[in-house]
Each structure stands twice: as structure tokens, then as C-alpha cells.
């Protein structure tokens, strides 16, 4: 949502893909990160209605498409894509997407999925973005490389980009600490830059906003400066 948030302002026109959240459910995370608001208080009424109202109505000046369904398959995807001709595509997320598999397994499933939406972002000249879950062994392990997504290498085959977002564990100093935590984004495959890039990201909990902490760039930047996926 943070990354789609930043393709409205740099005036894309998006379509997002959900096959978890309903519309609303993801009005409530774009409000906050929008307007730099604290999201509990909205839950909570704390925040003025006529901020809200003008945070909502410049909102609905992009061009945010969204079609919430959990039944969406691959090819569902390349018929809205067709039909509405977006700047940027959103799937949230690719394990989520409703392909039946028949008698193949699921990393069969999953290759063909992948498949689809490659030749879909190749025939459109689109980006097409999708979340993805890694396995939990190679997480903890911290070995991260795009072959490590559950259930599918061949993933790595297709993505022309590969970024993992991913908490680092920091080693106490003594045992009288706490372990401490910080998220981090890294680029672990890239056809049109250098790989390896690793960025310390701030995520703030409270209005959902991710920013850049090494060189106080917003996270809106830093989408800018990635090569086109």
C-alpha cells in the first residue's frame, strides 16, 4: 500500500489487485499513510473530520482502481489490464491469486501464474507488482536469495526485480538487554541494477508509513530511483 501510495503522487494510474482486504479495509490503510495521520485516531474519532474529508476527496483525485474479489485468478488480472490500461499493476498477493491447479502441484500452479503475468507485463509494457511469502527455513536462516519464495524457484527465473523486506535480528551486547529489531529492504535480484543494495527502513506503526532511515530519503524516493520491473 506504502508503494502504491507513492505511484498516485508521482500521478500513475494504478490498479490493485485484492484478494484479501475489502475496499474499506484498504481505505483504512491508505488514509493514514496518506495523510500522515495516526491511525488508531481515526479509529478513534480523535482526528478532525475536515482533515479526514480533505485527505478522502484528494484521494479521489488519483486515478486508484481496485478490484477487491477473493477469486481473482492470473487471468482475470490480464483481462483488467487490457481493459483499463494502467501505469502500474498491484496483485496482493501471488499465492493469494484463485488459478485452479487441476492435477498439477502447486509449484506447477505457481509457475504458470508467474508465467501469465510476465507475458502480461511484457505485452502491456507495465510493471506488474506482487507480494510474495517466503519459506520460514530460509528466513531464519538468513540466507535470502528470490529462489527461497515458497513453493516456486521459478519465480527467480521471471521477476525482473526482487526486493525482501525482512527484520534483522541485532545481538545483545549483554544479557541484560533486549534483542532488538529493524526492518530492512533489500534488493536480492535485479536485470537493470545492482543487487545486494540493502536499505534500514522505518516503519512507523502508527500512520503505516515506511521511510528511508539511512539518508532521511522518504520511501517515495527510493521507489522513484528503482530501475522499472
Given at each position: 500500500?506504502?508503494?502504491?501510495?507513492?505511484?498516485?503522487?508521482?500521478?500513475?494510474?494504478?490498479?490493485?489487485?485484492?484478494?484479501?482486504?475489502?475496499?474499506?479495509?484498504?481505505?483504512?490503510?491508505?488514509?493514514?499513510?496518506?495523510?500522515?495521520?495516526?491511525?488508531?485516531?481515526?479509529?478513534?474519532?480523535?482526528?478532525?473530520?475536515?482533515?479526514?474529508?480533505?485527505?478522502?476527496?484528494?484521494?479521489?483525485?488519483?486515478?486508484?482502481?481496485?478490484?477487491?474479489?477473493?477469486?481473482?485468478?492470473?487471468?482475470?488480472?490480464?483481462?483488467?489490464?487490457?481493459?483499463?490500461?494502467?501505469?502500474?499493476?498491484?496483485?496482493?498477493?501471488?499465492?493469494?491469486?484463485?488459478?485452479?491447479?487441476?492435477?498439477?502441484?502447486?509449484?506447477?500452479?505457481?509457475?504458470?501464474?508467474?508465467?501469465?503475468?510476465?507475458?502480461?507485463?511484457?505485452?502491456?509494457?507495465?510493471?506488474?507488482?506482487?507480494?510474495v511469502q517466503i519459506?520460514?527455513?530460509?528466513?531464519?536462516?538468513?540466507?535470502?536469495?528470490?529462489?527461497?519464495?515458497?513453493?516456486?524457484?521459478?519465480?527467480?527465473?521471471?521477476?525482473?526485480?526482487?526486493l525482501y523486506l525482512?527484520?534483522?535480528?541485532?545481538?545483545?551486547?549483554?544479557?541484560?538487554?533486549?534483542?532488538?529489531?529493524?526492518?530492512?529492504?533489500?534488493?536480492?535480484?535485479?536485470?537493470?541494477?545492482?543487487?545486494?543494495?540493502?536499505?534500514?527502513?522505518?516503519?512507523?506503526?502508527?500512520?503505516?508509513?515506511?521511510?528511508?532511515?539511512?539518508?532521511?530519503?522518504?520511501?517515495?524516493?527510493?521507489?522513484?530511483?528503482?530501475?522499472?520491473?
Amino acid at each position: 500500500v506504502n508503494m502504491a501510495v507513492n505511484m498516485l503522487k508521482a500521478k500513475k494510474k494504478v490498479l490493485y489487485f485484492s484478494l484479501e482486504m475489502s475496499t474499506s479495509e484498504l481505505l483504512d490503510r491508505f488514509v493514514p499513510i496518506y495523510g500522515n495521520y495516526n491511525a488508531r485516531d481515526i479509529r478513534e474519532r480523535a482526528v478532525q473530520q475536515d482533515f479526514l474529508h480533505g485527505t478522502v476527496t484528494e484521494l479521489k483525485q488519483f486515478d486508484l482502481r481496485v478490484v477487491w474479489s477473493g477469486a481473482i485468478t492470473s487471468s482475470d488480472v490480464a483481462y483488467e489490464i487490457t481493459n483499463q490500461q494502467p501505469d502500474v499493476v498491484m496483485v496482493d498477493y501471488l499465492q493469494r491469486l484463485n488459478d485452479d491447479k487441476g492435477r498439477d502441484t502447486e509449484m506447477e500452479r505457481l509457475r504458470d501464474m508467474v508465467r501469465k503475468l510476465k507475458n502480461c507485463a511484457m505485452a502491456n509494457q507495465i510493471p506488474i507488482i506482487t507480494p510474495v511469502q517466503i519459506d520460514k527455513a530460509s528466513s531464519k536462516s538468513g540466507q535470502i536469495r528470490v529462489e527461497n519464495v515458497a513453493g516456486a524457484k521459478d519465480i527467480a527465473n521471471e521477476a525482473d526485480l526482487a526486493l525482501y523486506l525482512y527484520e534483522k535480528e541485532n545481538k545483545r551486547e549483554s544479557i541484560n538487554q533486549t534483542t532488538s529489531y529493524e526492518t530492512r529492504l533489500r534488493i536480492v535480484k535485479a536485470r537493470h541494477a545492482m543487487k545486494g543494495t540493502d536499505i534500514k527502513i522505518n516503519f512507523d506503526k502508527y500512520n503505516l508509513r515506511m521511510t528511508d532511515e539511512n539518508d532521511g530519503k522518504d520511501f517515495e524516493q527510493i521507489s522513484r530511483e528503482l530501475p522499472p520491473m
